[in-house]
């Protein structure tokens, strides 16, 4: 028993360990590239059993990038030149596509990165009108593989589209021409004419349309302060959900080590009464002798023999 209130104690700190650890989420991705790296996982975890052509939806994705859009779909590279795809969430990829290196399968994840686009993506005099998005291509051999190298793909025939056609309200005094903005994997800013909300590309990567910002009157991206003020609200509403949860969950831990012991304290007490019990069984027995109509214990012999008076006055 004293080995299991032991192993209780060392469950119990085990427990309160991994429950901190579970509280402190790791930090955001620093840049743009190790961004990439993460959703590439969390879109990933979409395929529980995929089919090919299928789009699936990221059920999570990081607890720090809640807003983020992911999905995912599995395709053959074959199929995927042959026929294209005619709808990918905002892209419409045609024939003729080539993937190098060339891989059997492939998967293409497509990210809606909402109100994260200034902060992985900012752009200098340029207000967004929609959020940024990405086109990416992964092996599909080992789909619980993750820090997968991104694979290059090219339309060879016609471009490939993305239709912005739901776009923000352009800035009081901000310019009205929208332009498509397009980033390598090195972030590297490429701009470009949009035709009818539409921007054209001939490789994978991050796209969005923008406006440029008015010099005189600098205005921040188009519900910048807003965005800022909900990542603000929504950052202070997790810290606070975290720390209720954590102060809770350390309650209960506390809670279930007193219980703890208290139990191996009540099992200690009635120990020392058994082992007081044992002893008292196990002295040495006492002789009955017959007094009249009633037995007694009586001693086997007596320590000091009794003497009379009169042999000292001899």
């Known amino acids: ?129 929609a959020p940024v998005v990405g086109l990416l291509a992964y092996d599909a051999k080992n789909l619980s593989a993750v820090n997968l190298r991104e694979l290059e793909i090219t339309a060879s025939k016609d471009p490939i589209r993305i239709d912005f056609s739901d776009l923000e ?21 490429s701009f470009s004419d949009s035709i009818r909300n539409t921007c054209e590309t001939e490789r994978q990567g991050h796209f969005s349309v923008v406006v440029k910002s008015v010099p005189s009157a600098p205005s921040p991206a188009p519900g910048g302060e807003e965005r800022k003020e909900k990542k603000k609200s929504s950052e202070s509403n997790s810290r606070t959900w975290i720390t209720v949860g954590s102060v809770l969950g350390g309650l209960v831990l506390l809670g279930l080590l007193m219980f703890l012991v208290l139990r191996c304290r009540k099992y200690k007490k009635q120990e020392r009464m058994r082992e007081m019990e044992r002893a008292g069984e196990t002295g040495e027995a006492l002789r009955m002798t017959q007094v ?4 007694a214990p009586t001693a086997a012999t007596t320590r000091t023999q009794p003497v009379l008076e009169t042999e000292y006055a001899a």
């Open 292 to 295: 009249g109509e009633t037995r």
């Open 169 to 189: 309200p352009i800035p009081q005094g901000g310019g009205s021409v929208v332009e498509c903005v397009s980033f390598d994997s090195s972030g590297k800013a």
């Open 1 to 129: 028993m004293r080995i299991l209130c032991g192993l209780q104690v060392l469950l119990f700190l085990y427990l309160f360990s991994y429950h901190l650890s579970a509280q402190s989420p790791p930090p955001p991705p620093t840049n743009a590239s190790s961004l990439d790296s993460l959703l590439q996982d969390y879109s990933f975890r979409a395929f529980v059993r995929p089919r090919t052509g299928i789009l699936y939806d990221a059920v999570t994705v990081p607890p720090n990038l809640t807003g983020i859009k992911l999905s995912a779909m599995r395709l053959r590279s074959g199929s995927l030149r042959r026929r294209g795809v005619l709808s990918l969430k905002q892209f419409s990829i045609p024939k003729g596509v080539i993937v190098k290196p060339y891989v059997t399968r492939l998967v293409f994840v497509y990210q809606n990165l909402a109100n994260f686009s200034q902060l992985y993506y900012p752009l200098s005099g340029y207000d967004y009108v």
